[in-house]
T-cell receptor, first 113, second 110 residues
Framework: DGGITQSPKYLFRKEGQNVTLSCEQNLNHDAMYWYRQDPGQGLRLIYYSQIVNDFQKGDIAEGYSVSREKKESFPLTVTSAQKNPTAFYLC????????????FGPGTRLLVL | QKEVEQNSGPLSVPEGAIASLNCTYSDRGSQSFFWYRQYSGKSPELIMFIYSNGDKEDGRFTAQLNKASQYVSLLIRDSQPSDSATYLCASGGGGFKTIFGAGTRLFVKA
């Protein structure tokens, strides 16, 4: 089955700790994205990548880092510099193009202990 | 600042009625428009996309686009309680950044 997987489903972070959220896709999509969603809010773009070994900051990149070493994978690290990390994190992917449609993974809920 | 605006709701309709969800966007360069449905605690799932002015129908769903007015809508016919969710409108095509609205909560009463 083609799709996007995210792990873990729930993640607990201790203060001062870096944590990494996994995102894998087997849709052969070139572009991948990370969004943050807070309760009752819309999606805010953290980082996006159009191609392997290249990525750009979104609207709220501070306190986050990413890598894109493989086409299928786009992990997100929430660093200790992110002071308010509690949120629902969504990974998405799409083909490249001006009418690209994004498809989402199931999400990771990050909670701070 | 490119924006997509939606009424947060909740929009409440009786079962079997037509639900009408609306959205406006600020970027005239947008070329593609999307409607996603998001159930509580779940990720968004694509319902429809539309690129051209006019109507596009898919089953009980109809998307409407008016580029002159920068307005997109989604009609859900014969609404069911299972349609109760938050509906996200999004615009794209001005690069690789799709802009999402905050969503409209729909509640279909049985």
């Amino acid at each position: 089955d083609g799709g996007i997987t995210q792990s873990p489903k729930y993640l607990f972070r201790k203060e001062g700790q870096n944590v990494t959220l996994s995102c894998e896709q087997n849709l052969n999509h070139d572009a991948m994205y990370w969004y943050r969603q807070d309760p009752g809010q819309g999606l805010r773009l953290i980082y996006y990548s159009q191609i392997v070994n290249d990525f750009q900051k979104g609207d709220i990149a501070e306190g986050y880092s990413v890598s894109r070493e493989k086409k299928e994978s786009f992990p997100l690290t929430v660093t200790s510099a992110q002071k308010n990390p509690t949120a629902f994190y969504l990974c998405a992917s799409s083909n490249r193009g001006r009418k690209e449609t994004q498809y989402f993974g199931p999400g990771t809920r990050l909670l701070v202990l | 600042q490119k924006e997509v605006e939606q009424n947060s709701g909740p929009l409440s309709v009786p079962e079997g009625a037509i639900a009408s969800l609306n959205c406006t966007y600020s970027d005239r360069g947008s070329q593609s428009f999307f409607w996603y449905r998001q159930y509580s605690g779940k990720s968004p799932e694509l319902i429809m996309f539309i690129y051209s002015n006019g109507d596009k129908e898919d089953g009980r769903f109809t998307a409407q686009l008016n580029k002159a007015s920068q307005y997109v809508s989604l009609l859900i016919r014969d609404s069911q309680p299972s349609d109760s969710a938050t509906y996200l409108c999004a615009s794209g095509g001005g690069g690789f950044k799709t802009i999402f609205g905050a969503g409209t909560r729909l509640f279909v009463k049985a």
